[in-house]
């Protein structure tokens, strides 16, 4: 029997009243158990409620009330604490919810790409670190990795956890070492906060309003917030136009048709195909692949004595990113997956001949660079003690038309779309209160050192402002040393993205940098020691966050310069018990150049005279500026007897260095 009309509208007009009738009191991932509370300040809590119910929170003797708002959130302000613990803390509402095993210390958030998310099994020393890791007041929350075009009010994930060597063995290793650092220092308990991800920019880590006052990032902020939904629909929506393509005739890879010659036969026909430099990634070289992820085919020609023939033969691909399949003479060999792993495939002595050889390889690039990277070394052909060098000049072609394929929404994935992973990790984390910030970050801006200046103190500014705390302290790894250098005097990128980071250090007050340039691996942009970054960055904590002034925390920072006719003094804060020269393995004791008036820089020799440096170089008469390990990976050689090594820095400003 049909239901009154009065009947029906009085149901339809309780149903959207119901469930708030009926919600319970609900906090933050982040406001748990096992959680470190923030000693000697205001704490402020915060959760979800029936819109105008009241809540209480009691926390060591104090009670503090606030009422839900409209939209159901509320947030109240316990007062400051000094450390200990364990502690209970009750939040009743028509509900109650009782918190045990909290802690009152110091709390870190911990943030970055790769080099701060690596984790403590993988460090060194890790294994034998992370079983010891028995340490109950030290507390741990990994923010899970989530991007978003708007910013969250919550988590998308996360517990605190005790340190122990389970949990510990997964958590940064970098975080993990500074916090047990500053937690035997002060003896107090520590909390830590990771959210990192790997290979992310720092401009994704930013807010909108602090982006939208920048005019490089102006418009792809406005153009974010110009699309519907979600970047989960609307990846959805691109992964549908993509399987569609794949399944059409133009998303076919061309060098494997049926019934036509496959692009690895040594007998094709190649005019046609361009060239590119190898190693090397595909999308800095040509404007045609710059954005392209997907397939494309290298070829290469070698030729080899008669005495090679029906030799078995090693080929040597370096790595390529992302997957390759491997061809000798039309014939395939070999096949592997892992941008980082490195190729080495054996060819059947059946298929070496002598005279003209050809290598093809296809290589799949999944996202980001694609192509063969690493050392020109690394990419041979040897043939019993005859090695051929294959590095330089390979031909190319994408396997496909690239403008037919659908273009990604977010072509560097939207974890580095402008503002996604503040949206997403940064912004469900405040108001809770920090000690200060630790960041390692920068390889991903690597070629954006001009904007990197701007952006970076931006990012600093906005994180105290979105935490409203103005002199919130903010520590930061300098990039360590990667990728090989030439050897004489050069400019690179990394070079001025570590002076963007210095100057960083050098004009917004409390922060502080780590040096690790001599912590680095010229072969892998993941050092695997940790434990030294740790340790610099709870140097540079004592002294910016905790106040202790006669700490050295750095190494030598270069302050001033004077010239007197063809030698420079050098002088230098932060020397501590005394300047250092180690030696640096490239046939001088300093990687200190200097240039005169021409801007043409070359080697110096450097000696300590007390507190200063002096340098002079041959052929320089009348010196004018200096560098210092300027480059990818230019040796560290000037410390203070604390063992703490110089930022690499210039005294100049002039253009990149023509080639001589």
Not at 193 to 202: L, R
Not at 441 to 460: C, H, I
Not at 584 to 607: C, I, K, N
Not at 618 to 630: C, Q, S
């Given at each position: 029997?049909?239901?009154?009309?009065?009947f029906?509208?009085?149901?339809?007009?309780?149903?959207?009243?119901?469930?708030?009738?009926?919600a319970?009191?609900?906090?933050?991932?982040l406001?748990?158990?096992?959680?470190?509370?923030?000693?000697n300040v205001?704490?402020?809590?915060?959760?979800?409620?029936?819109?105008?119910?009241?809540?209480?929170?009691?926390?060591?003797?104090?009670?503090?009330?606030?009422?839900?708002?409209?939209?159901?959130?509320?947030?109240?302000?316990?007062?400051a604490?000094p450390?200990?613990?364990?502690?209970?803390?009750?939040?009743?509402?028509?509900?109650?919810?009782?918190?045990?095993?909290?802690?009152?210390?110091?709390?870190?958030l911990?943030?970055?790409?790769s080099?701060?998310?690596?984790p403590?099994?993988e460090?060194?020393?890790?294994?034998?670190?992370?079983?010891?890791?028995?340490?109950?007041?030290?507390?741990?929350?990994?923010v899970?990795n989530?991007?978003e075009?708007?910013?969250?009010?919550?988590?998308?994930?996360g517990?605190?956890?005790?340190?122990?060597?389970?949990?510990?063995?997964?958590?940064?290793?970098?975080a993990?070492?500074?916090?047990?650092?500053?937690?035997?220092?002060?003896?107090?308990?520590?909390?830590l906060?990771?959210?990192?991800?790997?290979?992310?920019?720092?401009e994704?880590?930013?807010?909108?309003p602090?982006?939208?006052?920048?005019?490089?990032?102006?418009a792809s902020v406005a153009a974010?917030q110009?699309?519907?939904?979600?970047?989960?629909?609307?990846?959805?929506?691109?992964?549908?136009?993509l399987?569609?393509?794949?399944?059409s005739?133009?998303?076919q890879?061309?060098?494997?048709l049926?019934?036509?010659?496959?692009?690895a036969?040594?007998?094709l026909?190649?005019?046609s195909?361009?060239?590119?430099?190898l190693?090397?990634?595909?999308?800095?070289?040509?404007?045609?692949l710059?954005?392209?992820?997907?397939?494309?085919w290298l070829?290469?020609?070698?030729t080899?004595?008669?005495?090679?023939?029906n030799?078995?033969?090693?080929?040597?691909?370096?790595?390529?990113?992302?997957?390759?399949?491997t061809?000798?003479?039309?014939v395939?060999?070999?096949?592997?997956?892992?941008y980082?792993?490195?190729?080495?495939?054996?060819?059947?002595?059946?298929?070496?001949?002598?005279?003209?050889n050809v290598?093809?390889?296809?290589?799949?690039?999944?996202?980001?660079?694609g192509?063969?990277?690493?050392k020109?070394?690394?990419?041979?052909?040897?043939?019993?003690?005859l090695?051929?060098?294959?590095a330089?000049?390979?031909?190319?072609?994408?396997?496909?038309d690239?403008?037919?394929?659908?273009?990604?929404?977010?072509?560097?994935?939207?974890?580095?779309?402008?503002?996604?992973?503040?949206n997403?990790?940064?912004?469900?984390?405040a108001?809770?209160?920090?000690?200060?910030?630790?960041w390692y970050?920068?390889?991903?801006?690597?070629?954006?050192?001009?904007?990197?200046?701007?952006?970076?103190?931006?990012?600093?500014q906005?994180?105290?402002?979105?935490?409203?705390?103005?002199?919130?302290?903010?520590?930061?790894?300098?990039?360590?040393?990667?990728?090989p250098d030439?050897?004489?005097?050069?400019?690179t990128?990394w070079?001025?993205?570590?002076?963007?980071?210095?100057?960083?250090?050098l004009?917004?007050?409390?922060?502080?940098?780590?040096?690790?340039?001599?912590?680095?691996?010229?072969?892998?942009?993941?050092?695997r020691n940790k434990?030294?970054?740790?340790?610099r960055?709870a140097?540079?904590a004592?002294?910016?966050?905790?106040?202790?002034?006669?700490?050295?925390?750095?190494?030598?920072?270069f302050?001033?310069l004077s010239?007197?006719?063809?030698?420079?003094?050098?002088?230098f804060g932060?020397?501590?018990?005394?300047l250092?020269l180690?030696p640096?393995?490239?046939?001088?004791?300093?990687?200190?150049?200097?240039?005169?008036?021409?801007?043409?820089?070359?080697?110096?020799?450097?000696?300590v005279?007390?507190?200063t440096l002096?340098?002079?170089?041959?052929?320089?008469?009348?010196?004018?500026?200096?560098?210092?390990?300027?480059g990818?990976?230019?040796?560290?050689t000037?410390?203070?007897?604390?063992?703490?090594?110089?930022s690499?820095?210039?005294s100049?400003?002039?253009?990149r260095?023509?080639?001589?």
């Open positions: 029997m049909p239901l009154p009309s009065s029906r509208l009085t149901a339809l007009l309780l149903l959207p009243i119901m469930p708030a009738a009926q319970m009191v609900r906090l933050p991932r406001v748990s158990s096992h959680m470190v509370l923030q000693r205001p704490l402020p809590l915060w959760g979800w409620a029936t819109p105008g119910e009241a809540v209480r929170v009691s926390f060591r003797g104090t009670t503090v009330q606030a009422n839900a708002g409209p939209d159901g959130r509320w947030q109240l302000t316990l007062p604490r450390a200990g613990g364990p502690f209970e803390l009750e939040v009743k509402g028509q509900n109650v919810i009782k918190l045990t095993d909290v802690l009152v210390g110091d709390v870190w911990a943030s970055g790409q080099n701060m998310e690596w403590l099994r460090a060194a020393g890790g294994p034998a670190a992370a079983a010891a890791a028995h340490y109950p007041r030290i507390r741990l929350f990994n899970p989530r991007a075009p708007r910013p969250q009010a919550e988590l998308a994930g517990e605190w956890r005790v340190c122990t060597p389970q949990s510990a063995a997964d958590f940064s290793a970098v993990y070492f500074f916090g047990l650092d500053l937690q035997r220092q002060y003896n107090v308990p520590v909390g906060i990771a959210a990192e991800w790997g290979g992310t920019v720092a994704a880590w930013t807010s909108a602090t982006l939208q006052k920048l005019p490089d990032f102006q974010l110009r699309q519907p939904g979600s970047f989960t629909e609307q990846e959805a929506a691109y992964a549908a136009r399987q569609a393509w794949q399944q005739p133009a998303g890879d061309q060098g494997l049926p019934g036509q010659p496959s692009w036969d040594p007998n026909a190649t005019p195909w361009n060239t590119l430099q190693p090397g990634l595909w999308e800095s070289q040509t404007p045609e710059r954005d392209f992820d997907g397939v494309v070829r290469r020609e070698l080899l004595p008669a005495s090679a023939a030799q078995p033969l090693t080929l040597s691909l370096a790595q390529v990113d992302d997957q390759d399949s061809f000798f003479n039309g395939a060999i070999g096949g592997t997956r892992g980082d792993k490195l190729r080495r495939y054996t060819v059947p002595a059946s298929l070496v001949r002598a005279g003209r290598v093809a390889v296809r290589v799949t690039d999944t996202g980001s660079g192509g063969l990277w690493g020109p070394e690394n990419l041979t052909a040897t043939v019993g003690s090695t051929v060098p294959l330089g000049s390979w031909q190319y072609r994408p396997a496909f690239p403008s037919t394929r659908p273009r990604s929404p977010f072509p560097g994935g939207p974890q580095n779309e402008p503002t996604s992973l503040f997403g990790m940064i912004a469900p984390l108001p809770y209160a920090l000690k200060g910030v630790i970050q920068g390889e991903s801006n690597a070629g954006r050192d001009a904007q990197y200046r701007v952006l970076f103190p931006a990012l600093v906005d994180w105290r402002t979105h935490w409203q705390q103005a002199a919130l302290p903010f520590l930061f790894v300098q990039l360590a040393g990667y990728m030439a050897p004489e005097p050069t400019d990128d070079a001025r993205l570590r002076e963007a980071q210095r100057l960083t250090s004009r917004v007050p409390r922060t502080g940098m780590a040096v690790a340039l001599d912590l680095g691996n010229p072969d892998d942009i993941h050092p434990q030294d970054v740790g340790h960055l140097l540079q004592r002294r910016v966050a905790y106040g202790e002034t006669s700490v050295v925390a750095s190494g030598p920072t302050e001033k010239a007197s006719g063809n030698r420079l003094t050098l002088s932060n020397v501590g018990g005394g250092l180690r640096g393995g490239m046939g001088t004791l300093s990687s200190f150049a200097v240039a005169g008036p021409d801007g043409r820089f070359v080697w110096a020799q450097a000696e005279e007390g507190t002096v340098l002079h170089a041959d052929g320089v008469a009348n010196p004018v500026a200096v560098r210092y390990a300027w990818n990976n230019r040796p560290a000037l410390y203070n007897k604390e063992g703490l090594p110089a690499p820095f210039r100049d400003d002039w253009p260095q023509p080639a001589p």
